[in-house]
């Protein structure tokens, strides 16, 4: 069954082909490389980017491949790793809810860097960039059905799945076969890590996991490119993959059916148009409680000095977060993480952008903060929804309420029209605004362009302007 697995995913990576991708698939493809290079280079300036890009300037390597915005050149995984940590850095990017993964981030700085060096038509870096989307969530969602009452605080799952979809991603990219695509699938594994304490502390080790995630990914495909083979028993082997993550015994771990959950997944069950977009730079889990606080705002006419109380029931994926943290806040990474900060700033301000996200002892939020209680949901079956969203605010003597049992919550898989108008937005704050523009349009149109090398010199400031 082991051999069976690793062989069957690294068959159907490599014949996967855009033109049998059913269209709907085809558009959401498109949408995520879009936001995910727009949202990504944006991601420049923030601090753990500088801290990569500063290692980076030290090490004094030289070599073909370019750091956005900035223009420096330097080796490939130095490359990939500085852009991985640039991608996510933001906290605008996408997620994969049911399987708790963040497949673009990883992926897309492993495909865009190789295709600087390598004539890649678009269609090729979208079957790329889709083949390691899909493995990835297939493997997630697999080992999630393993441990349910665990979930993402079994590992940090955008790291540890995003492991194998940047291997199969850079496999597609380099041209291997089957047999090279599976040993770079078993390396993979072999090598995949990443663990969750960094989401409850609100700190951001995770960036670099997610970006050694991708620089591991290229490097395992560039072993099996050089023929260095791999055990083909390590997803389900005694001391395999699936047994380390999941805790369970062979036997236990068998009744899951593995293999079988995965195979029959790829290409029947297509995962990329169940990706969700950010409109607000907090974590996944915080959106709905940021725009209830808007639809209260707006609706009820509530002014900030309007404001006696606010309480807040949040769900397990909040509390998962640093949900429950209500200060004194550290700095962005705490904020973005932190339920009641997103819901005060929108109260305090009608907005949440990337200046409210990094303003995190602003007087006119703090005082919301502080006049802010936090309860769980006692229902399980609520409080493992993400969906599950509950914000009272006390103003004119009234508590205006927003429950999601009642309200809904809005559907996040966004747009292209809405992807490329936060995209756009977003790559602004980096580059110049019509190059923006011009990237935006390009991605857009990503099936038709010849070379994707031809973004890269769009993703270099020319001016010299601080951001």
């Known amino acids: 069954m082991a051999v069976g697995l690793a062989e069957s995913v690294g068959h159907w990576v490599t014949a996967l082909d855009w033109r049998d991708v059913p269209q709907d698939v085809r558009e959401a493809t498109v949408r995520g490389v879009l936001q995910s290079v727009a949202g990504g280079v944006a991601g420049f300036g923030m601090d753990e980017t500088n801290v990569a890009v500063e290692i980076a300037r030290r090490e004094r390597e030289r070599g073909d491949y370019t750091i956005y915005v900035d223009g420096m050149r330097v080796p490939v995984a130095t490359a990939i790793f500085v852009h991985s940590v640039m991608f996510c850095a933001l906290e605008q990017q996408e997620m994969h809810i049911e399987s708790g993964t963040h497949p673009l981030e990883v992926i897309v700085p492993v495909a865009m860097v190789l295709a600087e060096r390598r004539p890649t038509t678009g269609k090729e870096i979208l079957e790329a960039i889709l083949a390691g989307t899909e493995v990835t969530v297939a493997f997630a969602k697999a080992g999630m059905a393993c441990v349910p009452q665990a979930a993402e605080g079994a590992c940090q799952y955008a790291a540890v799945y995003g492991t194998l979809g940047a291997a199969v991603t850079a496999a597609r990219l380099l041209g291997l076969d089957a047999q090279a695509t599976t040993w770079a699938l078993s390396h993979a594994a072999n090598l995949a890590s990443g663990l969750t304490q960094c989401l409850r502390a609100g700190t951001t080790e995770y960036h670099y996991a997610l970006a050694n995630a991708s620089r591991t990914g290229y490097m395992v ?3 099996a490119e050089a023929g260095a083979a791999a055990t083909p028993d390590v997803f389900l082997g005694n001391a395999g993959f699936f047994r380390r993550f999941t805790g369970l015994g062979i036997e236990e771990l068998a009744k899951y059916e593995v293999a079988e959950r995965i195979t029959g997944h790829l290409g ?8 969700i977009y950010k409109r607000y730079a907090v974590h996944f889990n915080n959106l709905p409680f940021v725009d209830a606080a808007k639809h209260l705002r707006n609706h ?8 006696e109380a606010i309480h807040l029931t949040i769900n397990q994926w909040c509390e998962l977060c640093d949900g429950k943290n209500l200060g004194p806040y550290t700095g962005r990474e ?6 009641a900060f997103g819901v005060a700033a929108m109260l305090a301000r009608g907005q949440f952008t990337l200046a409210e996200n990094e303003d995190h002892d602003a007087p006119d939020i703090m005082q919301l903060v502080r006049r802010t209680t936090i309860d769980t949901f006692d229902d399980p079956q609520e409080a493992a929804d993400w969906k599950s969203v509950k914000v009272e605010v006390l103003a004119h003597g009234t508590t205006y309420g927003y429950d999601s049992k009642l309200d809904g919550v809005p559907d996040y898989r966004l747009p292209l029209d809405e992807i490329r108008t936060i995209g756009e937005a977003a790559l602004s704050r980096v580059i110049e605004s019509h190059a923006a523009a011009r990237v935006v349009d390009d991605l857009a149109r990503l099936p038709e362009i010849a070379d994707v090398a031809s973004l890269i010199p769009l993703l270099v400031r020319q001016t010299k302007e601080s951001i």
């Open 221 to 223: 495909a560039r072993l």
């Open 268 to 275: 029947t069950v297509w995962e990329m148009p169940e990706h």
């Open 300 to 307: 009820y006419h509530i002014a900030p000095e309007d404001v």
């Open 334 to 339: 705490s904020t973005c993480g932190a339920t």
